[in-house]
């Protein structure tokens, strides 16, 4: 299946270290080639780039890599195909607008008989089962709140919306509106929480390291949620199925 990549910090970041390591899976070092995209949130605005071609070979993924966008939150996606060819409207992550702010969503796993009824502005572009659940997931959003609610209002009502899909089968998804980061997780996703004193990390998909500790201030917090950890020297902690947990300014909240 597919994985995913989520940051979200206190600060303006960048996300290079940990996508180098994240891409090489797309087609190097794992088998996951059907395609890939990554959404960087700047203040209302959103950097949204997506590509059919294999992340460890896509001249997109090489730009991404050297240009250092700087985000309080990103989500990073990188597709095996299990529903809907292999297409750029088929690459998650997926973008959406309500109340006036862009919403991104990116999801890992296989939803059989998900085709719950749709209407408004919520449509799917491509033919995944991903789509569909954001459609869904967004549509029911827009019921439940008049206005953008605050971060615990909005995890009370996605922990009452996601069992209704994932009784349809795996469904790891990560979910941002450039406040604050959702990760639920049905079988794998695990987080590290990077924080004063920072220390040296070694990715263990391609040779490289860095020393946070020459890239930071003493007040910076930095959270990273992936599917299956990036580093061989940081303590990673494992979701427990059918948790979703929320991280805001850079820790848990």
């Known amino acids: 299946m597919c994985q995913l990549l989520g940051m979200n910090c206190n600060v303006p970041t960048d996300v290079m270290f940990s996508f180098t390591g994240f ?19 700047e203040g209302a605005g959103l950097r949204h780039f997506v590509d059919h071609q294999p992340a460890c070979e896509s001249p997109v993924a090489e730009l991404i890599r050297r240009y250092p966008v700087k985000s309080r939150n990103v989500i990073a996606h990188i597709r095996k195909a299990t529903q809907g060819e292999v297409s ?25 008989d998900f085709h719950p009824r749709l209407h ?3 449509k799917p572009v491509g033919t995944t089962d991903s789509e569909r659940a954001f459609c869904w997931l967004m ?11 605050s971060a615990e209002e909005l995890t009370l009502t996605l922990r009452e919306l996601t069992p ?24 794998s996703l695990h987080y590290v929480l990077r924080k004063h004193p920072f220390a040296h990390a070694a990715l263990s998909d391609e040779d490289l390291s860095i020393d946070f500790s020459q890239h930071t201030s003493p007040d910076d ?3 990273v949620v992936v599917t299956a950890p990036l580093t061989t020297n940081e303590a990673w902690t494992a979701f427990a199925p059918g948790e979703l947990k929320v991280f805001v300014d850079g820790q848990l909240a």
Not at 23 to 41: K, L, M, N, P, V
Not at 139 to 149: F, I, M, T
Not at 164 to 187: C, D, E, K, Y
Request: glycine share 12%; net charge positive.
């Open 23 to 41: 891409a090489e899976r797309g087609g190097r070092t794992d088998h996951h080639a059907d395609g890939w995209g990554i959404a960087f949130f």
């Open 120 to 122: 408004g502005s919520f």
């Open 221 to 223: 917090r930095v959270a």
């Open 139 to 149: 549509q029911e959003l827009s019921k439940s709140h008049a206005g953008v609610p």
């Open 88 to 112: 750029l409207e088929n690459c998650h992550p997926f973008v959406r607008e309500l109340w006036g702010r862009y919403w991104v969503f990116a999801h890992n796993g296989d939803l059989k």
């Open 164 to 187: 209704q899909i994932s009784r349809h089968g795996t469904f790891n998804f990560m979910l941002s509106n450039g406040q604050a980061l959702w990760a639920h997780a049905s079988t």
